[in-house]
């Protein structure tokens, strides 16, 4: 579908970082387990950007006439995100991060720095305005389908975070707001949707290298620039988890085809990407009269000698290849275990199978995630190096994982014993019974009941064995 005559797509990344705050010395919290104790409100108007002109995103947000409610918690928040005091100077943890994120990228970095005010108006920034500044510019990043070139590096302020909604109100939390973003735009120069999804997964892999980037569901966030031939360029915002980024690029355009159908006058806008893969309106396209210079930090230089001691870290997927001979791994495992620090921690605890360590922390919680819909953020560290000690130590077969890590999902109790290895001989008195009670039937029939029975405590190599020695 997406091989669409005229069909053009771009991502914008944006990535919260693992610092302190932007432009004050607040802790980046993101999600502050405090009870708030900070309360206020604000209503917001826009003003003329840098051409003198009011944006047209910005006059659509003021036009809505909403009262902007707040609340913050002192742990996390303080004057400057209230708009009640001046910037502090730019967190240097932050702009580090941003210059290695484009030296990465093989992006050109400015020699000068001018931070500047975006005009944002629905209540997300207490200010009216969001600070942005670029970064580097020219960067690119090589896909399987070609390379992708990157115009902008930038480094933001991230917003605040919506409650609830009424027709006259908002209600907002501030422990965001403040946390330093890096975006990274791309060209339109994605091929189809499995190409957009390989792309954001490729600037993902990028932004995790630095090791000084958040980490979890909504983190980091992608939004995809789409049109097709005859279609204004439309925004989508929201996604957060790359599988659903093909299907939803196909309904938009599925979406965007009828709309040319209707002859009706088109517009560029921003939508939102929805859970169910359809996309809804959210406001008109932002242009260039919403930016403004800011005029309370100074512009930051940056000098030759800065980027020079700038250390490169290494990226994932280098590390992975490294990972893949060293324990002579499945190349697709390893690109997952590297980022799990317990994988080497039990190759070099339990001389055992890499292959079987790696496939117990990788494959097998997703097995149960798919299967039995169970949430395997309740199987921890512990229960791993549980599984994985007692298959070292031949007290459970390997079969067994698989059956204790999903006990561990649901939340049940269970006692180790009741995994033990089967000996050689029981088994092969138990398969005898099974096959007599069972004459003529086919080997994988039997190979179901002798599973059935043994729930996980058989390997089931020995057993098929067994049941083609005696069928």
């Given amino acids: 579908m997406s091989d669409h005559k005229g069909f053009k797509c771009g ?30 409100s ?4 826009a003003s003329a950007g840098e051409t003198g002109e009011l944006d047209l995103a910005a006059l659509y947000e003021m036009k809505q006439g909403k009262k902007m409610f707040y609340e913050a918690c002192s742990t996390s ?5 209230m708009d009640d005091e001046p910037p502090s100077q730019i967190n240097d943890d932050a702009l580090d991060t941003a210059l290695i994120v484009s030296m990465l990228l093989h992006a050109k970095i400015v020699d000068q720095i001018q931070v500047m005010r975006k005009i944002v108006v629905d209540g997300s920034n207490v200010s009216g305005f969001q600070r942005t500044m670029l970064i580097a510019t020219d960067g690119y ?7 992708i070139s990157i115009p902008t590096i930038c480094l ?3 917003s605040a975070k919506k409650l609830k909604a009424t027709h006259s109100t908002v209600n907002y939390r501030l422990d965001r707001l403040g946390v330093p973003l890096v975006e990274i735009s791309t060209s339109p120069d994605i091929k189809d949707a499995e190409h957009a999804k390989e792309t954001a997964s490729l600037l993902g892999m990028v932004l995790r290298s630095t090791n000084r980037v958040k980490r979890g569901i ?5 939004d995809v620039n789409l049109s097709i031939e005859g279609h204004p360029r439309i925004e989508v915002k929201g996604f957060q988890e790359l599988r659903y980024m093909p299907q939803i690029i196909e309904n938009e355009i599925r979406r965007q085809q009828l709309e040319i159908q209707t002859g009706r006058a088109l517009s560029p806008h921003v939508r939102k990407a929805n859970p169910d893969g359809t996309t809804t309106f959210l406001r008109p396209m932002p242009g260039s009269a919403r930016m403004y210079p800011e005029t309370d930090i100074s512009p930051i230089t940056i000098s030759p000698n800065k980027i020079k001691l700038i250390k490169l870290p290494e990226l994932i997927t280098e590390k992975a290849i490294k990972l893949e001979k060293k324990y002579k791994l499945q190349a697709k495992l390893a690109r997952e275990v590297i980022e799990l620090p317990l994988f080497e921690k039990l190759v070099n605890k339990y001389k055992t199978d890499p292959n ?3 496939q117990v922390l990788v494959e097998i919680p997703k097995e149960i995630e798919t299967r039995f819909k169970l949430d395997i953020k309740k199987i921890k ?11 070292t130590e031949k007290i459970i077969p390997k079969s067994a994982a698989i059956e204790i890590l999903t006990k561990v999902a649901e939340g049940k109790q269970f006692n180790v014993s009741d995994f033990k290895v089967v000996s050689d001989t029981d088994l092969e008195k138990e398969i005898k019974l099974i096959v007599e009670k069972n004459k003529g039937a086919p080997i994988n029939g039997l190979m179901g009941e002798v599973m059935k029975k043994f729930k996980g405590k058989v390997d089931g190599k020995k057993a098929m064995e067994i049941i083609k020695k005696l069928a």
């Fill in 11 to 40: 991502l914008e990344i944006h990535q919260q970082l693992e610092t302190g705050n932007l432009f004050c010395r607040c802790p980046s919290l993101v999600n502050d387990p405090s009870t708030p104790n900070i309360f206020f």
């Fill in 218 to 222: 909504g983190t980091i966030r992608q």
């Fill in 356 to 358: 079987f360590i790696a």
């Fill in 141 to 147: 990043i090589d896909t399987s389908k070609g390379r």
């Fill in 156 to 158: 933001e302020e991230e």
């Fill in 381 to 391: 560290d512990p229960d791993y190096e549980l599984v994985i000690r007692n298959v």
């Fill in 42 to 45: 604000r209503k917001l108007r």
């Fill in 77 to 81: 928040s303080c004057l400057v995100e």
